[in-house]
């Protein structure tokens, strides 16, 4: 078996990569099959924490944070990786598909820190505006702030999805060893089955009521929540 798992995956091709391949792969694994999923399973899953007294207990900033940082996280590897691969020596550029699929991902990366920089301000009892009011892009719903959510959410998953595919064109390409395709593939089901797992326990909750509850004098709760299975809750849910 082990040595089965040894074996590249196409035994008639040789599996040698240079030292810049190699880590290219490895740096790309880390960003997209870990960190950045992980980040967006925390954001869908976890704006109101299991022992959090929602809604006496609203704006816990711990999965924002996490969020935050596992996504800078990514986007930092992902770049650093990009610097090694075109770097590396010898390197001859031309479109195949790993390329094509690896740039997009690249640039949807791109897209959704653009994005989040200019998402607009908070608003909110807990960041009033200059004025003494409670008027923000989030807090009110803004068209700029809708536009934001849609497609920061749109575009994320999408290039999670894009990136499980360009993984494994990487692997095909480098005719990586099968140990490196059985080991990813458990991982994207782990993935898979955590996702599922919390999506049925209805953990998605709405994200403007996670930070300022469920009180319909806020303005942001008369609106349809944005991306698919959000639900709203009431004062007398239990999480």
Known sequence: MIE????????SRLHEV????????RLMVLAWAFLLPLGVIIARFFKIMPRQDWPREVDNLAWWRSHLYLQISGGVVVLVALVVILTNPGRVFHLHLHAVLGWTVVVFCLFQFIAGIYRGSKGGPTEMAADGSMHGDHYD???RRRVFEYFHKTVGYAAILLAAVTIF???WDSNA???????IA???????VVFIRLQTKGRTVDTYQ??????????????KPIGPGIRRLNEEADE
Do not use: E, Q, S
């Open 4 to 11: 089965w798992l040894l074996l590249p995956i196409d035994p």
């Open 141 to 143: 719903m803004t068209t």
């Open 210 to 223: 996670a930070i300022w509850g469920p009180d319909p004098v806020h303005p942001g709760n008369h609106m």
């Open 177 to 183: 060893p099968r140990w490196m395709w059985v080991g």
């Open 186 to 192: 458990l991982w994207w089901c782990v993935l898979a």
């Open 169 to 171: 064109t990487g692997l």
């Open 18 to 25: 240079g030292f810049n391949v190699a880590w290219h792969g």
